[in-house]
């Protein structure tokens, strides 16, 4: 029980949920107590493993995304990942050199019944459920890295020059903007274009790459990393409607590359 | 800052009679720190560390007898001032320039940089047979309570065994790159 209060302590504490006073409380802890502040260091790199498994509740997710927004705390999750992320994908290589080697061992057997024919059933049934299986987002290799948009000042109609920067690092392969949407909203009726500079659509997404969640009042917006080169850019969200004038939110972003 | 700061030795000793022992827990302090002022959304938590560092040396005065838990608390003490005044002035220049944030250093690219070059062998090579099969199989089982049960111990316990074999890896990695 009181593992289970730390931890829910420590959650809070990383996620910048606590009252200012309970804050500092934990603050004068972590400037005398060197063990504990090892434990919270410790517990905070699987707070990220966590989150980067997507093993978060959805709620704490979105607070995790926000507290995490800042550079300094992208370059921590960068670091706590990049550690464990060799070991994983050794490990995966391994569990599927083996499937690879037995499966081949299996379809070769000699036995009365062709097994080939089976393993082509299977395949077959494979594919048919992927492709009657609703569209859903493409999985990619890599991380995703979930960026908290600012709004943007807004100047005679025009947006304001105000940029979030997105540093990526060759290892990601999603990024997932985030900014607070009041609904209602139906997902359906939304489009995201983004824009370089505020002039040529680069590219529009909808649902579901567009996703809006009505209890943190959240919009989601996942892009593949390659859909954008260096460069600044604008998000407008509309409502896909008669009007192209019904603009909810704008925001800007400039995006780097870490080693370009 | 003004007046003579205090010698490098001398600071150390605070911390430990053996200089590289002292060397070593001054860079385990300074990571805390750190990572402290990451947790508090210091807007350059590595130059705020350099900074309070700086200003720590500077007062002798007060550093002189000063046990390693005082010193601790001390350095604390000053990061919490000195993030307090970067997030004064970070909240004026985001005003009047909101495109000087690529200037912004936070030591992410040289921690990458560094972070590249981790390898598998080269992790291997850092631990114990036995903690580098723990820290594969942390890293690659969903189910973190089953290693718990394996190893009978808490899953705090665990973490923080977790924590000290990165400390390794990384003590480890630094001196051949130093080398």
Redesign the interface.
Known sequence: MQHKDDDQLMTAYLLGLLPQEQRELIDARLAADGPYFERLEAFEDDLILRWHRGQLPEAQRGQFDRAYADESRQARIAESLRFLQPLSARAAGGKAAVWVRQTHVWIVASDPIPRWAVACSFILIGVLAVSLSRPRLPKADGLTLAVALTAVGERGGQPARSFDVVRLSSDVATIQFQMSAAGPIVEAELVVAISANDRDVVREYTAPSVRWVHADQTLTITVPASDLPNGDYVLTVRRRSASDTDVLQRRAVRVTRTGS | MSGRPLDQDTLLALLDPDPVAAIEKLDRLTQ?VR???????????QGAVAESLARAVYQPDRLIGMTE?DF??FI??IA?NVARELRRTHAREQSLD??A??Q?S????E???I??R???AQ?RQCLSPKEFKV??R???W?D?DRLCRELNV???TL??R???M?QK?RACLGRRGSH
Not at chain 2, 35 to 45: G, T
């Open positions: 805390q990572r402290w002022l990451e947790w508090k959304h210091c807007p350059d938590p838990g601790r608390g604390f003490g919490a909101a495109a944030w690529s912004w936070s030591g992410a690219d921690e990458q940089r972070l590249d981790l390898t598998v992790i820290l594969t942390y890293a690659t969903d973190h808490t899953r705090d973490r923080v977790i924590h000290r990165r890896v």
